[in-house]
C-alpha cells in the first residue's frame, strides 16, 4: 500500500496538452506523482518546478519525449537564482521546443547564458524584453511577442535592434506590449523587420502619431491599441480626423499592399502626410510627460 505522502507514477500515454501551477509553494512539488508523458506536445508549468537538489529537479517529474515536446510555458512570478540552474537543465531535456514563453518577474543573472547549441529550433519566443537577447541570440525567431516594465524606454539603435531582430533571422511575427511610441518607430520597424507578416502594439505612452508611409511588402494583419486611452484631446477637429483616417487607409493599400486586417483604436489619430496634413498642428499630440 503506498503511503498518502509517497511520490507515485502516473502514466497518460495520450496526453498532448498539460498546464499544472502548484500555488507558488515548495511543498507542493514535493510529493508529486511522476508523469509519463510520450506524446506530450505542449507543457506549461511554474517555476516551483525548476527548484530542487541538483540531482533531482523537481521537473524531472514531467517524464515527456524531447522529440514531441514542441511548446514549453514557464510562470516566474516567483524566482530565486537557484532557478536557473533547473531552468537550464529542462531546456537540455527539452532541446527540441519551438517555442518557449518565459513569463512573470523573474530576473535572470547577469552572467547567464544559453550555449548555443541549446534549443537551437526555437522559432518563438514570449518573454520581456529585458530577457529577448538571452535567449533569441542566434536561434531562428520569427514570432516574438515581448513586453516592457512600466516606465522603461525602448532604446532603439541602428547597430543592435535587439527586440526586432533578436535572432539569426528576420521577424515574422511581432507583438510589442507597454511599449513607449514615437513618431519614428514604425519607420524603425520597417527597416529592421522586412519579412513582417503581422504586426500588433498595445503602447502604453505615446509621444507622437504614426504614419503607415513605410513599405512593409508582407504585412498582413496590423493592429495597433493604446493601453491609456486617446492620444489626442477631444478639442481636434473631428471632421477632419476622420477624413484623414480615410486616407490613412487609402495609404496602407499602397505601402502594405498584401495587408487583409487593420486594427486602429478609436482614439488613435494617425498623421496622413498628403497635402491635408499642413492642417495637423504638433500641439495637438497629448503630452504625456
Not at 25 to 34: G, L, N, R, S, V
Not at 261 to 289: I, S, T
Amino acid at each position: 500500500m503506498i503511503h498518502a505522502t509517497e511520490p507515485t507514477t502516473v502514466s497518460f500515454p495520450a496526453l498532448k496538452y498539460l498546464l499544472y501551477e502548484p500555488h507558488r509553494d515548495f511543498q507542493a512539488t514535493d510529493f508529486f506523482p511522476t508523469l509519463f508523458l510520450p506524446v506530450l506536445e505542449t507543457l506549461c508549468i511554474d517555476s516551483m518546478f525548476l527548484s530542487g537538489p541538483a540531482a533531482f529537479y523537481s521537473h524531472q517529474v514531467f517524464q515527456f519525449n524531447p522529440t514531441n515536446l514542441k511548446e514549453l510555458f514557464i510562470e516566474a512570478f516567483f524566482w530565486t537564482q537557484r532557478m536557473e540552474e533547473g531552468l537550464m537543465e529542462l531546456l537540455n531535456r527539452a532541446n527540441g521546443i519551438r517555442l518557449l514563453s518565459f513569463n512573470g518577474e523573474g530576473e535572470l543573472g547577469h552572467g547567464f547564458n544559453l550555449p548555443v547549441d541549446l534549443i537551437p529550433e526555437m522559432e518563438a519566443f514570449r518573454g520581456r524584453a529585458e530577457n529577448v537577447p538571452t535567449f533569441c541570440k542566434g536561434r531562428p525567431v520569427r514570432n516574438l511577442l515581448t513586453w516592457f516594465p512600466m516606465g522603461e524606454m525602448w532604446r532603439r539603435t541602428d547597430d543592435v535592434p535587439i527586440v526586432i531582430r533578436p535572432g539569426s533571422v528576420h521577424l515574422e511575427h511581432l507583438y510589442i506590449d507597454r511599449t513607449i511610441w514615437e513618431d519614428d518607430t514604425m519607420e524603425y520597424i520597417a527597416r529592421h523587420c522586412p519579412e513582417l507578416e503581422s504586426l500588433k502594439v498595445r503602447a502604453a505612452r505615446i509621444d507622437g502619431p504614426l504614419s503607415t508611409r513605410y513599405h512593409m511588402p508582407k504585412l498582413r494583419k496590423a493592429t495597433f491599441l493604446f493601453a491609456g486611452g486617446s492620444w489626442f484631446p477631444d478639442r481636434r477637429n473631428s471632421a477632419l480626423k476622420v477624413e484623414n483616417e480615410v486616407k490613412v487607409v487609402q495609404e496602407c493599400r499602397t505601402f502594405w499592399p498584401q495587408l487583409e486586417y487593420l486594427r486602429l483604436d478609436p482614439h488613435y489619430f494617425w498623421r496622413y502626410r498628403g497635402a491635408e496634413a499642413e492642417q495637423f498642428r504638433e500641439e495637438e499630440v497629448v503630452d504625456w510627460n
